[in-house]
Every structure is written in structure tokens, then in C-alpha cells.
């Protein structure tokens, strides 16, 4: 997708320095960071993946993030979720995330949201540009699958599991496009949420990373994204294979 620029803005000396990296990169420039400056992206689940999509994409300058979890930080957390210390437990992660990424980027607008996501946050959701399904388990993939097609938005769908993850981009803001429920369909039982299973620290670390990569393409328009695309990343061995998503015509959710 090329991006649309909305508006010039004038960027700061301190603009300039914070994000030299970034304007350095020819994919990026300063145009680039003013589109990303003009974005809004809303993260669903602050855990293993939710926390570095959140720091990147804070550091990165994204303009607004909203942020969404109901759930307070336990110590089996710490071990992959980055943004929290031994003195958080007990705290929401959303107010705890907010406060360290306004630490982490004080510029950018963060809202934290410790509500469980349910249908009745499509109103948190009306004006973000991309939302980034950080969840860990099958029925609330589903929900924000359902959630981006209504409001017409893309999505970047990561999941985590022992020592495999998988990243996706579904543009659900384009017509005719596969969608989520049309590669996993009526998984609910099958799939096992990461509360049952081991996850290596740095698998969630990698998929974070990725979905935060694809974000950032996505939102500025460049390169070759994961666009009805499957990475399977494998980290026991090493492997990383791509598969396509092809739209299945009898799904339910996209039809
Ligand atoms: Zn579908």
C-alpha cells in the first residue's frame, strides 16, 4: 500500500535527532515520520507480544497508540514481558505500559484501556489506522478479526506458542481480501492459549517485532509486507517460511 501523506508538519531539532535513524533510511525519510506522527494504532493485549509492539512503535513515533488489556501483571509474566518489573505485580498492565512508554517517548499520545476487549470496543477503535492483535488465544483473534473487518481496518495478527509463532497482514480495509476466519475457521477447541504451554522469552520478542515491522510498512507504505501472507517462524530451528492466504469464498465472517 502507498500511504497518503495527510499533513506537513513542521518536526522539532529534537524530531530530527530522536529519529535520525529513521529519517536516514530512504524507505522512511522525513516524510515518513510525519505520516507516522499522523497515525493511530490500537495494540489488543499487552504480553509477551504486546509489549515490544508497544516499545517499537512508541520509539518509532507512531502519534497515538491506544492500548487494550484486562489483565494485572503476574510474575510467570516477567520472564517475556519486557516492559514490566518485579514491582508491577499486581498493577494493570495497561496502566503500567502507559506510564513507562510515556517514559520511553513522552512526544506521542498513549491511552490505556484495562477493559476486557469485547464487542463494545469498537468505539475505542473508530479512528485507528491499524490494529495489532497481540492476544493468545483463538476467541479473541476472532473478535478483533470480526471487529477490524466492521470498521474496515487493517490488521496485524501475531501468535506465540513454545518456540513457534506466525505473523499475518489482513487487509480488511480492502475489498475481496482473505481475512483471518478464512485461514483459521472454528479453531476455538483445537487451539490452546499460551497460559497452558511454555513460550520462549525471545519467540514473543521476535513475533512482537515483527508485527511492529509490518506496522510500520504498512502505515508509511513501503517495502513487501506480510499482505494475505503467512510467516511461519520456527526459532527451534531456526526456519522462516511464508505461505500464502488465499480467500476462502464460504467464509462466514468476510462473505
Ligand atoms: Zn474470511
Do not use: W
Not at 515518513?32 to 499522523?38: A, R, S, T, V
Not at 498492565?93 to 476486557?116: F, H, Q, T
Not at 497460559?195 to 510500520?216: F, H, K, M, R, Y
Amino acid at each position: 500500500m502507498k500511504a497518503k501523506k495527510i499533513n506537513k508538519l513542521q518536526l522539532s531539532n529534537d524530531d530530527l535527532l530522536r529519529y535520525n535513524k529513521h529519517i536516514l533510511l530512504e524507505e522512511i525519510q522525513t516524510d515518513g515520520l510525519e505520516i507516522l506522527k499522523q497515525k493511530h494504532v490500537a495494540i489488543i493485549g499487552l504480553g509477551g507480544l504486546g509489549c515490544p509492539v508497544a516499545q517499537y512503535l512508541s520509539t518509532s513515533g507512531v502519534g497515538k497508540i491506544t492500548l487494550i488489556d484486562h489483565d494485572v501483571v503476574e510474575e510467570t509474566n516477567l520472564q517475556r514481558q519486557i516492559l514490566y518489573t518485579s514491582e508491577d505485580l499486581g498493577l494493570y498492565k495497561a496502566d503500567v505500559a502507559c506510564k513507562r512508554l510515556k517514559i520511553l517517548n513522552p512526544d506521542i499520545n498513549i491511552e490505556g484501556y484495562s477493559v476486557r476487549f469485547t464487542n463494545d470496543s469498537v468505539s475505542l477503535m473508530k479512528d485507528v489506522d491499524i490494529i495489532i492483535d497481540a492476544t493468545d488465544n483463538f476467541k479473541s483473534r476472532s473478535l478483533i478479526n470480526k471487529i477490524s473487518l466492521l470498521l474496515k481496518k487493517p490488521l496485524v495478527m501475531g501468535a506465540a506458542i513454545k518456540m513457534q509463532g506466525q505473523v499475518a497482514v489482513f487487509r480488511n480495509d480492502l475489498f475481496d481480501m482473505p481475512c483471518y476466519n478464512c485461514l483459521y475457521d472454528d479453531m476455538e477447541d483445537e487451539m490452546s492459549s499460551c497460559i497452558d504451554l511454555g513460550v520462549l522469552s525471545t519467540l514473543t520478542g521476535t513475533i512482537g517485532s515483527l508485527q511492529a515491522t509490518e506496522a510500520i510498512k504498512t502505515l508509511v507504505g513501503f517495502g513487501e509486507s506480510l499482505e494475505s501472507k503467512l510467516l511461519l517462524v520456527d526459532l527451534k530451528h531456526m526456519s522462516f517460511r511464508t505461505v500464502k492466504i488465499t480467500k476462502d469464498n464460504k467464509c462466514k465472517i468476510c462473505n
